[in-house]
């Protein structure tokens, strides 16, 4: 056999007899066993260059080894999920809240639900936790949870104008109802800035009201105040829920409604334990409001006028009006269970009381 030439009279490549002549050096076990002379150099050359790759060859570079980080990623995570959790339940339902309307965890209300959230576990609220065993656990915060809708055109108001106003809407209702100081007692110069100083019946509500409160002229009608010698919030947060709606009115005014409920949690004034008494004064406002046609209505540029309010208050107190929102404590609550019976969760029916109603008490079924 000449060199390079197999038994079978085929011949090998000079690559072939490379790489077995390498694989011979490195001690392989399947090298020829005679190999040619021009073998016999090229191995001659290897043994004097061991780290020099033979001319022609593609070099292959190994993929960098997987490494098995995933399953430690997902358990680190997890761990961290149920560490938050534990240290604050109430927060979780709303980072992972739908918007199903019909659902009472959802972080926003873009229409009626169809029906009164779930009764949960009857838990004690504490000053960690306020709105610990209600629905409004899992509502969202302040002005978040007043659902805003997309804005058009409507009677003399272009989609930007209408924008505006339906964001000074909700101003109104943060002014009035989420406002520290105004809930602390102080007057709500912001939100009172917004209506028309020209509507003669709520400019003389406003005169009266914060003076001397009437049934008739109480400042609780619009705006959400309580007593700072009596009772103090506990916490930062009030909860609502809730939407506006627009549609056009008379004289082509935009017409605004707006639907929100908001969750007040407080204690006695002189509270300073963990142990305290911790009651949720719940609200819930119906408000119409007209952004007239300055051109057919005396107004002025950025108010409105009040077309309508009506709202359900439950644990704010009962009796003659003091201008203030007064939530029972201890045996106080007794007062209370006179009044008729109302969910104050429930959202699903519309507002039942009007400020010429007469009621002077409703009574929570859950609170």
């Not at 972080?107 to 949960?120: H, I």
């Not at 209505?297 to 309508?308: K, R």
């Amino acid at each position: 056999m000449g060199a390079g030439t197999e038994p079978d009279g085929s011949s090998r490549s000079d690559e072939e007899w490379e790489r077995f002549l390498r694989e011979s050096v490195a001690g392989a076990a399947d090298a020829p066993k005679e190999p040619s002379a021009r073998a016999r150099i090229v191995a001659k050359r290897l043994r004097a260059e061991p780290d020099r790759a033979p001319e022609g060859w593609r070099s292959y570079t190994p993929a960098r080894p997987k490494r098995r980080t995933g399953w430690y990623v997902v358990g680190l995570l997890a761990s961290l999920v149920l560490l938050v959790v534990a240290l604050v339940p109430g927060r979780i339902v709303d980072l992972f809240a739908g918007d199903d309307p019909d659902s009472p965890s959802s972080a926003a209300e873009t229409a009626r639900p169809a029906q009164a959230p779930p009764a949960g576990a009857a838990q004690r609220p504490t000053k960690d936790q306020p709105f610990r065993g209600s629905p409004a656990a899992s509502w969202v915060s302040g002005a978040a949870g007043i659902t805003v809708p997309k804005a058009g055109a409507v009677g003399w108001m272009s989609a930007a104008e209408v924008e505006r106003a339906l964001a000074r809407s909700r101003d109104f209702l943060v002014a009035s109802g989420l406002d520290r100081e105004v809930l602390r007692g102080e007057r709500p110069e912001k939100a009172i800035a917004l209506i028309n100083p020209h509507q003669t019946d709520v400019q003389d509500l406003l005169k009266t009201a914060f003076r001397t409160p009437s049934e008739k002229n109480d400042p609780l009608l619009l705006f959400s105040r309580f007593q700072p010698s009596r009772t103090q919030l506990v916490g930062d947060v009030v909860k609502t829920r809730g939407r506006l709606t627009y549609r056009e009115g008379e004289r082509g005014a935009l017409q605004v409604t707006a639907d929100v409920t908001f969750v007040y949690p407080v204690t006695r004034a002189d509270a300073d334990g963990d142990d305290d008494e911790i009651v949720r004064t719940i609200v819930r406002r119906e408000l119409v409001l007209s952004w007239d046609d300055p051109d057919k209505v005396i107004t002025e540029p950025g108010t409105f006028s009040i077309v309508s309010n009506k709202y359900d208050m439950t644990n704010g107190g009962c009796g003659a009006p003091t201008g203030y929102f007064t939530p029972p404590f201890g045996t106080d609550r007794r007062a209370d269970e006179a009044g008729t019976e109302v969910d104050p969760y429930d959202r699903s029916t519309p507002v039942g009381r009007d400020e010429s109603s007469g009621e002077e008490c409703r009574r929570a079924t859950r609170s």
